[in-house]
């Protein structure tokens, strides 16, 4: 039964919502754009072929896989090339990698793979098109990678212990979208119903680079090993992913796209509400929570993470999913008024922030024709939010602050340790860096990332006009708090537009924001490497592209899934 | 080389805020230069233009004095870029009454802040100074100039802003834009400048020390 109740609860408030630490533990779910992408295509029954596999014997070349959906093509363009170990570096700073790849807009010809072959090699460096949907590139986990291949060249399978640990045989150092280096924008492809949710472009090159990756090291195991060489158990295949390493490029996305960051997090905390409401759940649905849970159990038991950050919060989750299987073992939830509702009270109260949106991700997995259509509102293509509207009053306008930043009013800010940072572009790299204020010379270079502290400073500003003049005069005399205002006036009608966190404190973790969008990828494993970057792993589980059905689509993300181990 | 809008945009407003803009003007700015780029208007070249005069002297770039009447500044020419952020924030005054604005700098620059009151308010907006009639519902521009002004003109007199008759021409945009080089570069010195200079420190620290990211 899912029948709705009246109202007994609502959404969680965005003042905890939008904390730091509990954004960053946040956990992959159904409306993750991954899972998104799978199920749109096995819902459709699109057909995958690899059209051109020109590798040579020393692993160079290029191949085609083509993605046919109802209406159009897309054709990830694989280069692959021979790095000098001493040239392997998963920065975004690298200048050359293992492979290149670019998601093409219908089928390639061979001018347009020669125009292709030019310049994806070259990433940033190079230039792509309007016919070009995304840009990234990959290396080898040469530990792995090396075993594989000498493995199956001996006609053996390589050692399950190996493979779990690391998890990928590539990892993604970059994917680049929307309009990035010449590719096509976004609103070229946004009224395309396969990419009306976000990201669905750059999953769609990951889910095609995974084809590649798998074929490539088949190709390597027969150049080496002949007649002998086997190829890989596609059991054994499936638990690769594709890695990533995702460092501080990542971190302002959140806060410089607010409108599209709250509708991720309202999507998400709406599917949760509407779980919350459902009166009863049958023994199907409490079955199926459990099995999830149990799985995901499993996935949780290979997360390995060095960070000393992690590892506490590692050894809050296993705690906590003892406890919810203790829970459990107590409470029948098929005799309880409101089951999710109770469950997600009681782990309020008894697990720790990991374990707490463990459940809120968890609780969702019965209920998918309840939630799934929550999907259709992921996106911000059409707001014209970005609007002042001026003749709201100074005092509305204080209002709103107040009701949206009113913790950062309480702030001392002139305490150093509540502005130690400073977010800054570097002028060798090109890219977003967190630094020291007071240590560095970077103030005059400051990006505009801490939302809390200019609401607080316009504020003040505000404290000085008649309350009842309006907000086009006051931005006439202060054009310094123009970007301040937008965003309080966006913060009115999107709630869970701000982080609700001082992102220039002292102890800021910038992790816990790549973590935060991350896990909307549907990303797993995450595995922070310092305070500023994190590995995680990609559609590991997934089905393969020509394995794809409307079975295993869906909850390929839990170990043991549907397939079968 | 043609650009995605999307680069135009990011470019824009790295620039804007490289001349010295607050950080929401330059996010104005740069989603003005992208309109302008989409309606087959060389926004790049506009954006420059308006940059150059708001470096050159601050009497060049004047906000208007008072949001009633006609608009002028304090003394010298008015800013495209705080005049249209101003007339964007008056969208319902100007959308019903209209407004007259005397001596402004790179008066096409003022375009996408009127076509964007127009679609807040969904009305179809007239903008006309010497030599140039331009009528827009936000989406789709009719523009008329005299044969021998340029769309381009780096100062006008008078402006004036009316409501007008509904366009019946469909919207028609483009998806990419094809600065000159010239321009491109020019917005790219000016960016630049936002941007730190490399130290040890930030070498060392800035994208996060750690493990390392081979295995």
């Not at chain 1, 072929?49 to 020109?54: E, I, P």
């Not at chain 1, 007071?438 to 400051?446: K, L």
Request: proline share 5%; aromatic share 8%; charged share 25%.
């Amino acid at each position: 039964m899912t029948g709705r109740a009246p109202l007994t609860v609502c959404r969680r408030d965005p003042k905890r919502v939008m904390r730091l630490s509990r954004l960053g533990s946040l956990h992959q779910c159904r409306l993750s754009f991954m899972r998104i992408l799978t199920r749109r295509m096995a819902d459709e029954a699109w057909e995958f072929t690899c059209s051109v596999f020109n590798i040579a014997a020393d692993g160079t070349g290029h191949a085609v896989y083509c993605a046919k959906g109802p209406e159009r093509t897309y054709s990830l363009v694989a280069f692959a090339h021979d790095l000098a170990p001493e040239m392997r570096s998963d920065r975004v700073i690298a200048e050359a990698w293992d492979a290149t790849f670019t998601l093409f807009d219908g089928i390639p010809d061979a001018s347009e793979i020669a125009r292709l072959s030019q310049n994806v090699p070259l990433q940033e460096a190079g230039r792509v098109s309007e016919s070009e949907l995304s840009l990234s590139r990959a290396n080898r986990s040469v530990r792995l990678w090396k075993h594989v291949v000498e493995a199956l060249a001996a006609g053996q399978q390589p050692d399950p212990a190996q493979l779990t640990s690391v998890g990928y045989l590539m990892r993604t150092t970059a994917v680049y979208g929307s309009g990035k280096f010449g590719a096509a924008d976004r609103e070229l492809i946004a009224d395309r119903p396969e990419f009306a949710a976000p990201f669905q472009a750059e999953m769609l090159s990951v889910f095609l680079t995974r084809a590649f990756v798998l074929d490539l090291v088949e190709h390597a195991a027969q150049v080496k090993g002949g007649d002998t060489a086997v190829r890989l158990d596609p059991k054994v295949a499936r638990q690769l992913g594709i890695g990533n390493s995702t460092g501080l490029g990542m971190a302002p996305f959140i806060v410089n796209h607010p409108v599209l960051f709250n509708n991720w997090i309202m999507a998400r905390e709406e599917a949760l509400l509407r779980v919350r409401q459902v009166c009863r759940a049958t023994r199907a649905e409490v079955a199926q929570f459990e099995e999830v849970l149990g799985r995901s159990a499993r996935s949780i038991a290979q997360w390995h993470s060095e960070h000393p950050v992690q590892i506490i919060k590692l050894d809050a989750l296993r705690g906590d999913l003892d406890a919810l299987f203790s829970y459990l073992t107590e409470h029948d939830l098929t005799k309880k008024n409101y089951p999710w509702d109770q469950l997600v009270r009681w782990s309020e109260a008894n697990l720790s922030e990991e374990g707490q949106e463990l459940v809120v991700s968890l609780v969702m997995e019965p209920y998918g024709p309840l939630v799934d259509d929550l999907s259709a509102d992921l996106s911000d293509d059409h707001s014209d939010v970005f609007f002042i509207a001026g003749s709201m009053t100074v005092r509305i306008l204080k209002n709103l602050i107040q009701s949206c930043f009113g913790w950062a009013l309480e702030l001392d800010w002139s305490n150093p340790k509540n502005c130690a940072r400073a977010w800054y572009v570097s002028a060798e790299k090109l890219e977003p860096r967190i630094g020291s204020r007071f240590e560095e010379p970077i103030e005059d270079y400051e990006q505009p990332l801490a939302p809390a502290r200019d609401a607080v400073r316009a504020f003040v500003a505000l404290g000085e006009w008649d309350q009842d003049k309006t907000v086009a005069e006051f931005l006439l005399v202060h054009p310094e708090h123009r970007h301040t205002i937008r965003r309080v006036q966006i913060s009115a009608t999107a709630p869970y537009s701000e982080i609700q966190d001082n992102t220039i404190s002292e102890d800021v973790l910038p992790i816990d924001m790549l973590r935060a969008k991350l896990s909307f990828f549907g990303a797993t494993h995450f595995d922070p490497r310092s305070d500023r970057w994190v590995r995680i792993c990609m559609f590991q589980g997934a089905p393969y592209p020509c394995e794809l059905t409307k079975d295993n689509a869906d909850y390929w993300v839990y170990p043991g899934s549907e397939a079968g181990e | 080389m043609s650009y995605s809008l999307n680069e135009v945009e990011a470019l824009s407003k790295r620039a804007a805020r490289g001349a010295g803009l607050d950080w929401g003007l330059a996010e104005e700015a740069a989603k003005a230069t992208r309109w302008l780029c989409a309606n087959d208007l060389d926004g790049c070249r506009l954006l420059k233009s308006v940059l150059d005069a708001h470096q050159d002297d601050s009497q060049n770039s004047q906000p208007p004095r008072f949001l009633s009447g006609e608009w002028s500044g304090q003394m010298g020419t008015l800013c495209p870029m705080r005049s249209g952020a101003a007339l964007s924030d008056c969208a319902a005054q100007v959308a019903s009454e209209g407004v007259e604005i005397r001596d402004l700098s790179n008066p096409l620059f003022m375009l996408p802040f009127v076509a964007a009151v127009a679609r807040v308010t969904k009305t179809c907006l007239h903008l006309a100074w010497e030599g140039a009639s331009i009528t827009t519902d936000g989406n789709t521009v009719d523009l008329t100039f005299a044969a021998e002004t340029t769309p381009y003109v780096g100062r006008a007199g008078r402006l004036v802003i009316t409501q007008s008759a509904p366009l019946t021409k469909p919207a028609k945009s483009l998806c990419r834009a094809n600065p000159s080089s010239q321009d491109w570069d020019d917005l790219n010195t000016l960016a630049a400048l936002t941007y730190a200079p490399a130290t040890e420190t930030s070498r060392r620290l800035g994208a996060g020390d750690g493990q390392t990211d081979n295995d």
